[in-house]
Structures are given as structure tokens and as C-alpha cells.
């Protein structure tokens, strides 16, 4: 089984707003870059549409080392996901959010045999920082390099 290191990205500002995806294949010397922008999105459908279409890049099944600064991805594709299958794609009452992409990302996944990674976004991790630089304008502008969140606890 090939084994592919990938790194993922999204964004949109304000949120929701213009937005875009990028992400970074690398499969030994071999690299492949990716992204689009999108007109009007939110920061998770991005953050989702990057995951899945850099495993769509994928031309058969690999061990994926994956990277994403999305806790919401790499929480949900590592923790929520059997349950939220398990109660038919639910939270409690209310159905999933962004449940199209949660479904084409788990069906997408399900080829191959990955690793989900949380990387601190804007941290010069030079992969994930090169995600912020690859979507067409306008999402590059302002979605990817938004600044990192402060936290509220002092």
C-alpha cells in the first residue's frame, strides 16, 4: 500500500462569506497541489471540502498520514463518526451538521487507511503554511491567513 502524507486547509471571511480549500499530497519525491475558491461557504464546509477532495486525488487505496488544522475534521473523523453513524448521522435530536460532506468524506476515507493529525494552524508548519497560500483570490486574501483565535481564558 503507497503510503501519502497529506496536509488540508479551509477557510472563509467573514464566516460565512467567500471562502476557499487547498491541500498538499506528498508521496515520497512526488508532490501535488491542490485548491479552488469558493464564493459563498463556511469555515467547516471548507475545512471538509479540502479533506475530501485531496483523498478523491488519491488514484487508489493508501496509508494516508493526514494533516489538517481543523479540530472539527480530525475530531470528527477520528472520535464523532462511529456514533454519529451509530444514531443515524445524528446529535442528540438534531441531524449533523454538514452531513453531505461528514457522508462524502466517510465514504472517501473508507478507502484507505488513514491517520488524522491535528497541526496548530499558523504555526510555520511549512505544509500547512503553504495551504493558506494556494487557493485563487479572493479566498487567499482573507480566509486562510485569518488570524488564529484568541483564546477567551486568561
Given at each position: 500500500?503507497?503510503?501519502v502524507?497529506?496536509?488540508?486547509d ?67 473523523m ?17 441531524p449533523?451538521?454538514?452531513l ?5 468524506l ?15 494552524g ?5 505544509e ?19 488570524r ?5 481564558r486568561?
Amino acid at each position: 500500500m503507497k503510503r501519502v502524507t497529506i496536509y488540508s486547509d479551509g477557510g472563509a471571511d467573514p464566516n460565512p462569506g467567500p471562502g476557499g480549500w487547498a491541500a498538499v499530497l506528498i508521496y515520497g519525491p512526488h508532490r501535488r497541489e491542490i485548491s479552488a475558491a469558493v464564493a459563498a461557504t463556511t469555515n467547516n464546509r471548507m475545512e471538509l471540502t479540502a479533506a475530501i477532495e485531496a483523498l478523491r486525488a488519491l488514484k487508489g487505496p493508501c496509508e494516508v498520514d493526514f494533516h489538517t488544522d481543523s479540530e472539527y475534521v480530525q475530531k470528527g473523523m477520528r472520535d464523532w463518526l462511529p456514533g454519529w453513524k451509530a444514531r443515524g448521522w445524528r446529535r442528540g435530536k438534531r441531524p449533523v451538521k454538514n452531513l453531505d460532506l461528514w457522508k462524502a468524506l466517510d465514504a472517501e476515507a473508507s478507502r484507505h487507511r488513514i491517520t488524522w493529525n491535528w497541526v496548530r494552524g499558523h504555526s510555520n508548519q511549512p505544509e500547512n503554511e503553504r495551504c493558506d497560500e494556494l487557493p485563487p483570490e479572493p479566498s487567499r486574501r482573507c480566509a486562510l491567513r485569518r488570524r488564529p483565535r484568541r483564546s477567551m481564558r486568561r
